[in-house]
């Protein structure tokens, strides 16, 4: 039989910019097919079923954003446990990294379900759905929750895989959850008209593929990231790792989503053909985003192991390249979007209002998407540095906070679109300038030997209590309690003599 190939990539070791690309180029395509399932979604809702079902897909968005960005923010943290074992080079370690962050995607997976499920109609009225569109958004949202399973599986496996730089298993397995998506797609609205019931199933079997085939390859696996469903556990260790960075991820996704309800809330206002046209160029500047998300999930990765071996020179390099590649790849999308705006809207639908609402939101948002590289790519090095509650704060005060402020007081005293559409740019630069310094402070304290001695006073602390432990000596309150015990019989002692 022959031996399956190993995609790892040496973080490092030889130059940056190759790997870095070899291992950004197939995140890239990986979420432009995960963003495709959207597109796909919502193209033939438009076109196949009504208007009103491709308001209730982009209804939804925010909603699933909220919900599911949570526990996907945790696959992060299971990104930095494996590459920084990895970098370590203890194979125990990582054996146990990789089944605790899948241990955790079960978890996560069910619980979306009952979380999923419970807040589907509180959620659509929170965010003021038309009637028109509140039937077929809930029933697109019950069946996606039911699939979240699948959803988290192939994440966090994703995650895994990454953490020793195979980014392209991830990228096969989303091809063809891709292909079979579009081919349900048609099927569940033409041929067996489903409408948007039928779309959401095609959605959820076309994850589970993905999730299958991710499996399939790390149970395949000989090497780090192999998969053994026995050992099929929660280790203290990795969990901490993964909790410590993940946790901080999710709430930033999550305080990130619900801005994104709040102006949701306030698009829907305007009608279903500005819900149309918001969901149209959401699909398109999402794409645009992707280049920035997929240069900050591999500094994440690779600052991860560069760090753990103290190669602050590499992390540097690292960086830069990151940030480079992110605003060369955005803009060129952006260039794309304000030549070809037209024949892209009319992908997901011809009403002509809705397409003037589409304009207007891509001339703001899809066209300019560069600016969120210098947030999310900072962001991901200091994730990968061990910092990840500072990005996290810094994301809530910039675009939750802000965005909240811009729309109980600008939007409010000037109603028109163009003001909430506004609100993206203005939200982004006041993130980004505040995220690249604190990235510049906490690389000149690293450099400085201020972080580095602090994790090194925290590691003598801890092997010290070992090593009284080991040595039979009390610690806190028992050494306490012993002292005094010993005295009191020492008292005792005397009394009696």
Excluded at 109 to 134: D, K, Q, R
Excluded at 357 to 363: D, E, L
Excluded at 365 to 388: L, N, T
Excluded at 428 to 451: D, E, H, N, P, S
Aim: net charge positive; glycine share 8%; charged share 10%.
């Amino acid at each position: 039989m022959a031996q399956r190939r190993d995609r790892s990539i040496d973080m490092l070791n030889g130059p940056l910019l190759g790997k870095i690309l070899l291992f950004a180029l197939p995140l890239i395509i990986t979420s432009c097919l995960q963003q495709l399932f959207n597109s796909v979604d919502s193209a033939i809702a438009g076109q196949f079923v009504s208007n009103e079902a491709l308001a209730a897909i982009g209804a939804t968005a925010p909603i699933v954003n909220l919900v599911v960005n949570v526990f996907v923010g945790l696959s992060v943290g299971a990104n930095v446990a494996v590459a920084v074992r990895i970098a370590n080079g203890s194979e125990a370690e990582i054996k146990q990294a990789v089944h605790t962050s899948m241990t955790v995607s079960i978890v996560c997976g069910l619980a979306l379900i009952a979380v999923g499920l419970g807040a589907t109609g509180p959620l659509l009225n929170a965010i003021a759905t038309p009637e028109s569109v509140m039937e077929p958004a809930a029933q697109y949202l019950g069946i996606y929750f039911i699939g979240t399973p699948f959803i988290m599986l192939y994440n966090f496996g994703s995650a895994v895989l990454r953490g020793k730089g195979d980014t392209r298993s991830p990228l096969y397995a989303l091809a063809v959850a891709c292909a079979v998506n579009g081919l349900l797609d048609l099927l569940f609205t033409t041929v067996v008209p489903l409408g948007v019931t039928g779309v959401a199933l095609a959605t959820v079997i076309a994850y589970a593929s993905a999730a299958a085939i991710v499996l399939a390859a790390m149970i395949r696996d000989k090497g780090v990231t192999h998969l053994n469903l026995r050992q099929l556990r929660i280790a203290r260790g990795p969990l901490s790792t993964l909790l410590k960075i993940g946790v901080p991820a999710g709430i930033q996704g999550a305080v990130f989503a619900i801005s994104n309800l709040v102006i949701q809330a306030a698009i829907n206002g305007f009608g279903s053909e500005a819900m149309a046209g918001s969901t149209a160029s959401l699909n398109m500047e999402s794409y645009s985003y992707f280049a920035v998300s997929a240069f900050a999930q591999t500094a994440v990765t690779f600052m991860g192991q560069n760090f753990a071996t103290k190669q602050y020179g590499r992390c540097r390099r690292i960086f830069a390249i990151c940030m480079g590649g992110s605003i060369v790849f955005t803009g060129i999308m952006g260039v794309l979007f304000a030549v070809f705006m037209q024949p892209l809207e009319a992908l997901f639908t011809a009403d002509a209002l809705a397409m003037a609402f589409a304009s207007i939101r891509m001339w703001r948002v899809a066209v300019i998407e560069f600016i969120p590289a210098f947030y999310e790519v900072p962001a991901g090095a200091m994730r990968g540095m061990g910092s990840s509650l500072m990005p996290a704060i810094i994301t809530v005060i910039g675009t939750c906070a802000l965005r909240l402020a811009w729309v109980g007081t600008v939007f409010a005293a000037d109603p028109t679109f163009e003001t909430l559409m506004n609100v993206y740019p203005i939200s982004w630069l006041a993130t980004g300038i505040a995220m690249m310094g604190a990235y510049f402070i906490f690389t000149y304290r690293v450099q400085k030997g201020i972080v580095a001695q602090r994790a090194e006073r925290k590691q003598a602390k801890r092997a010290a209590k070992v090593t009284r432990i080991e040595s039979g000596q009390k610690t806190g309150y028992r050494a306490i309690a012993s002292k005094l015990s010993s005295h009191l019989h020492l008292s005792h002692t005397r009394k009696a003599a």
